[in-house]
């Protein structure tokens, strides 16, 4: 599937119910009511040591929800004209990324979580890994008539 590249401005904060009570705080995530695709796949991120970065790749067809489940850290987003900074701290909001974004995850805290809930299972041809590549693939599929995935 030809998939047009996602626009930075197409990524944005979901925001997951929470339950308080004396106890504590619970959240709770129901793919058909806030994740814009089927999840297919779970994987996280723990026990980055301090100043290392992760991501630096874009995905040619795959879409992720970010979620700082402990700790912060800032995901750096780049469509190869425009570039977006979020700061994820609340594990009651998910960072949604269409396919087609450059991503880096930075600033880490200690003891940060970050769970990503992605549309598909775990492929390396889905990767482009370096940022030349990345640019070219945006300038190759730009005109394509698929229409970006953009969920707001
Ligand atoms: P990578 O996607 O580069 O990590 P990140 O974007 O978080 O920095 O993956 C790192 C390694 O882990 C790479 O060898 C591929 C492997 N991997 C899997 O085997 N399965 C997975 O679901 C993921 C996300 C990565």
Redesign the pocket.
């Known amino acids: 599937m030809l998939v047009k590249p996602g626009r930075v401005d197409g990524c944005h904060i979901v925001n997951f119910p929470k339950v308080s009570d004396y106890r504590g705080n619970l959240s709770f995530i129901e793919e058909s009511r806030q994740i814009p695709f089927a999840i297919k796949?779970v994987?996280y991120?723990y026990d980055v040591p301090s100043g290392a970065s992760?991501?630096?790749?874009a995905h040619k067809e795959l879409e992720q929800i970010v979620i700082a489940l402990s700790g912060s850290f800032d995901v750096i987003l780049d469509d190869g004209d425009s570039r977006r900074t979020f700061f994820l701290n609340r594990p009651h909001y998910g960072l949604y990324i269409p396919s087609g974004i450059w991503r880096e995850?930075e600033n880490f805290s200690s003891n940060s979580v970050a769970l990503?809930l992605v549309s598909q299972v775990?492929d390396?041809l889905d990767?482009l890994?370096e940022y030349e590549e990345f640019k070219q693939w945006v300038t190759n599929n730009a005109g394509t008539e698929q229409g970006p995935r953009d969920y707001r």
Do not use: A, K
Request: net charge positive; glycine share 16%; no cysteine.
């Open positions: 796949r994987y991120l992760r991501g630096g790749h995850l990503s775990y390396e990767y890994r």
